[in-house]
Antibody, heavy 119, light 108 residues
């Protein structure tokens, strides 16, 4: 069974970089799947942030593309999110997920981690 | 970039009633990449339907998805108490769009 677990600081200061890691167990991230990040600000809907393929190819949501990067660490079977120049609007629960290689839909999700941007 | 809109914003129903939720894409999309999720507070989204009409593993058959042109629907045939939640449609094609609709809340 695929399991994903987000980790990282729960509090980030404005203008700094938000950095999260998603540890994957039960499945190798080197297989032919996409791995992604999604977030949900308090009281708002879900937003796709971006994805990374096992080959290293990335896709970023246009509204965040100038501030975001996603990378793989195959030695640790994990992938990471970095979002720079954060503001209070980046406060959200951040989820990592595996995206089905044919259907494209996120099928396995982490439990989510709340990141608050505040001084 | 494709934009998904959902209607209605809120559905007020009683257990045992049926519900139909709509999701419309701003342009023609492949139904292969359209999915539906159920979201409850404090929980990760739960995949219900993938490829517009395929039920995910373990999803009861009271949930069904369909498509007509750029209009996608999620139908819940008889609402159970645990079905009251927010539902999102979602689209990802790996090259142009990774988006969710704004959601429909199904409330008691």
């Amino acid at each position: 069974q695929v399991q994903l677990q987000e980790s990282g600081p729960g509090l980030v200061k404005p203008s700094e970089t938000l950095a999260l890691t998603c540890a994957v167990s039960g499945y190798s991230i080197t297989y032919d799947y996409n791995w992604g990040w999604i977030r949900q600000p308090p009281g708002k809907g879900l937003e796709g942030i971006g994805t990374i393929h096992h080959s290293g190819n990335t896709y970023y949501n246009r509204s965040l593309s100038s501030r975001v990067s996603i990378s793989l660490d195959t030695s640790k079977n994990q992938f990471s999110l970095k979002l720079n120049s954060v503001t209070a609007a980046d406060t959200a629960v951040y989820y990592c997920a595996r995206l089905d290689r044919y259907w494209g839909s996120p099928d396995f999700w982490g439990q989510g981690i709340l990141v608050t941007v505040s001084s | 970039e494709i934009v998904l809109t959902q209607s209605p914003g809120t559905l007020s129903l009683s257990p045992g009633e049926g519900a139909t939720l709509s999701c419309k894409a701003s342009q023609t999309i492949s139904s292969r990449f359209l999915a539906w999720y159920q979201k409850k507070p404090g929980q990760a989204p739960r995949l219900l339907i993938y490829g517009a009409s395929n039920r995910a593993t373990g999803i009861p058959d009271r949930f069904s998805g369909s498509v007509s042109g750029t209009n996608f629907s999620l139908t819940i045939s008889r609402l159970e108490p645990e079905d009251f939640a927010v539902y999102y449609c979602q689209y990802y094609d790996s090259s142009t769009t990774f988006a969710f609709g704004p959601g429909t809340e199904v409330e008691i």
